[in-house]
């Protein structure tokens, strides 16, 4: 079954902590990987996207990585900041069933606290 | 900026009510997408177009149907509003890439809360 699991489901740190969220996925086979941060009452917004050939990637103090070998990803975020309050997705692109399609985590709900 | 508009961000409707969602966008992509979103279950397709007056299925489109009569506006509609259509609703579009996919960047509207009563 093609799948995309996140973890943890909620997290809080502290303000100015770093933190890593988890997402693995079975989607084969995979064309490419998103991370969105979703703010409250917001629709998604686009943090990174990776392809089969890149193992990590940064926006920011937000650095993505992959493992497509054990088809793993992480979104490591430095120095937390309020603004980093937001769920974020992970989302795959592959091939299911013939056709091209995005399957969606169910996210992980980050807050910061000061 | 891409922008992505949808009519309402809060809607209350009682069941048995027709229901129109209205999307849209400002930088002629072709694809426009309908998904909701719901604790628990992240988001699910409802229907996508990648073209006027073109529409395909998604995952759970049972109960919704969809108009693209112009490039830049897709519309969602529930025929017959029931309460298990209370959700979260966001639009989405995209470009299609010169290899033909359709599975660029998603850029999402800010989304509408749907109450169904």
């Not at chain 1, 990637?57 to 937000?62: C, E, F, H, Q």
């Not at chain 2, 992240?42 to 108009?67: A, C, Q």
């Amino acid at each position: 079954k093609n799948q995309v699991e996140q973890s943890p489901q909620s997290l809080i740190i502290l303000e100015g902590k770093n933190c890593t969220l988890q997402c693995n996925y079975t989607v084969s086979p995979f064309s490419n990987l998103r991370w969105y941060k979703q703010d409250t009452g917001r629709g998604p917004v686009s943090l990174t996207i990776m392809t089969f050939s890149e193992n990590t990637k940064s926006n920011g103090r937000y650095t993505a990585t992959l493992d497509a070998d054990t088809k793993q990803s992480s979104l490591h975020i430095t120095a937390s900041q309020l603004s980093d309050s937001a769920s974020y997705i992970c989302v795959v692109s592959g091939v299911i069933q013939g056709a091209q399609k995005l399957v969606f985590g169910q996210g992980t709900r980050l807050t910061i606290n000061p | 900026d891409v922008k992505v508009t949808q009519s309402s961000r809060y809607l209350v409707k009682r069941t048995g009510e027709k229901v129109f969602l209205e999307c849209v966008q400002d930088m002629d992509h072709e694809n426009m997408f309908w998904y909701r979103q719901d604790p628990g279950l992240g988001l699910r397709l409802i229907y996508f177009s990648y073209d006027v007056k073109m529409k395909e299925k998604g995952d759970i489109p049972e109960g919704y149907s969809v108009s693209r009569e112009k490039k830049e506006r897709f519309s969602l509609i529930l025929e017959s509003a029931s309460t298990n259509q209370t959700s979260m609703y966001l639009c989405a579009s995209s470009l299609t890439s010169a290899s033909g996919s359709s599975y660029n960047e998603q850029f999402f509207g800010p989304g509408t809360r749907l109450t169904v009563l």
